[in-house]
């Protein structure tokens, strides 16, 4: 595991913005750009699994969804790369 560069901060041009609720801005960072950091992080041998998720409110923008997600990191698996 590479913890410098897990916990390196983000590039400003990989930290978008996108309108929220209330009038507020919100930051994200895209997905590829994370997985990318965690396959570097961890030489690929990590997985994501979504054991669970609610779809609790449906409107005109789209439904609104809480994903529980369970991320593994297995140091003793073979590199991927």
């Not at 801005?25 to 990318?36: A, F, K, N, R, S």
Request: glycine share 8%; hydrophobic share 35%.
């Amino acid at each position: 595991m590479n913890r410098e560069l897990l916990g390196k901060p983000f590039a400003p041009d990989q930290i978008k913005q996108r309108d929220g609720n209330f009038g507020k801005t919100l930051d994200y960072i895209e997905g590829h750009i994370v997985i990318q950091r965690l396959n570097d992080s961890f030489d690929a041998k990590w997985s994501f699994e979504i054991p669970k998720h609610y779809i609790f409110a449906v409107s005109l923008f789209g439904k609104n969804t809480i994903v529980q997600g369970l991320p593994s990191f297995c140091s003793h698996l073979p590199s991927r790369t």
